[in-house]
Every structure is written in C-alpha cells, then in structure tokens.
C-alpha cells in the first residue's frame, strides 16, 4: 500500500534575544517575601506582586 505523504520544508530553530537575563529579571526583586511566608489559598489581593 502506498501513502501519499506531503513533507514540509524543515524550518531551522531561531533565537530572539530580548536583552540580558539579569535586566530582565531585575523588576521582580526588591521583596523580602518568599512563596512560603504566604499561607495556602492567600487571596491574591493579598500577595505582594513588584
């Protein structure tokens, strides 16, 4: 039995850079406050998102 099979061109994989890592993680710093100083099921008004 034949298959009729179309192929697609393979697309070579590419990267973006948006700047560096350490610029772009720096607007999450500046809180003392980790995951675990919050209880469970914290209301998300009450979690200190920067």
Not at 20 to 44: M, R, V
């Amino acid at each position: 039995m034949e298959q009729n099979v179309e192929k697609h061109e393979y697309e070579t994989p590419s990267l973006t850079v948006h700047g560096s890592i350490e610029t772009i993680t720096q607007g999450g710093g500046g809180s003392t406050a980790l995951d675990a100083s919050f209880p469970a099921h914290t209301p998300i008004g009450e979690l200190t998102f920067s």
